[in-house]
């Protein structure tokens, strides 16, 4: 194994509610109505194809303007509190002093990811992503292999020998189908079995060893 790939939202930080809410508030201030089950279809899915659906649901913004004033919300709210999944700050360190390198793979906007960057930069006292690839770095977004196959080149490394932590359906796809050990930690959605070789219940007590321990072993299987 020779880096470790992240997911961001619902991976490193339970942040799904705030984007739930700043999509309620859009739509609601437009006069429609935003379901939960809506929302919840929504979970890992590509900025502009949200927008796409929150314009139908009554948003009368171009898409640009839908992607931004979300991503605003969210990152107003993540401010003012960051919501840490268990386990992953641990992670981080465990992986600082093997000298693993990380990448954060996101579909929010740079400008999140890198606020999200800087909050673990300053919770551990050191950078710890190398690469980072956003919704707005992509042509296609997840479920599509580019973000994961452009983070490992970003790292110099190959992407089988990657793994890759997603807490959604349409991440665990992406990064199933770039190649990538997939560990799924599904959150608030479910993950089909066709996209992640290993599912876990959360970061919590996960090390560096144990990543190494999936990877070799899948890698193992898929060599027989």
């Given at each position: 194994?020779?880096?470790v ?15 739930m809410?700043a ?5 609601e201030?437009?006069?429609g ?14 900025l502009w194809?949200?927008a ?52 954060l ?9 890198e606020?999200?960057?800087?909050a ?6 050191q ?8 919704g707005?770095?992509?042509?296609s977004?997840k479920?599509n ?6 983070a ?6 190959d ?11 349409y ?20 993950i089909?079995e ?31």
């Amino acid at each position: 194994m020779q880096a470790v790939l992240f997911d961001m939202d619902g991976t490193i930080i339970d942040s799904e509610p705030y984007w739930m809410t700043a999509e309620r508030e859009l739509v609601e201030s437009f006069g429609g109505t935003w379901s939960e089950e809506q929302a919840y279809a929504l979970v890992g899915s590509g900025l502009w194809n949200s927008a796409s659906l929150l314009r139908a649901a009554g948003v009368d913004l171009e898409l640009d303007d839908i992607v931004h004033r979300l991503s605003d919300r969210v990152l107003a709210q993540i401010e003012e509190a960051v919501p840490w999944r268990p386990g992953v700050r641990e992670l981080f360190t465990s992986l600082l002093d093997a000298g693993i390198p990380c990448a954060l793979v996101t579909m929010s906007l740079r400008k999140n990811a890198e606020a999200l960057a800087r909050a673990v930069a300053r919770e551990l006292d050191q950078e710890v992503f190398q690469a980072i690839v956003a919704g707005d770095d992509v042509t296609s977004p997840k479920p599509n292999p580019e973000a994961y196959l452009t983070a490992a080149e970003a790292l110099g490394v190959d992407i089988r020998s990657t793994v890759a932590l997603e807490d959604s359906a349409y991440g665990a796809a992406s990064a199933f189908s770039a190649g990538a050990v997939t560990i799924g930690i599904p959150l608030h959605v479910g993950i089909p079995e066709s996209s992640f070789h290993v599912m876990w219940s959360s970061l919590e007590g996960v090390t560096v060893d144990h990543l190494r321990e999936v990877w070799r072993t899948e890698r193992m299987v898929g060599s027989a």
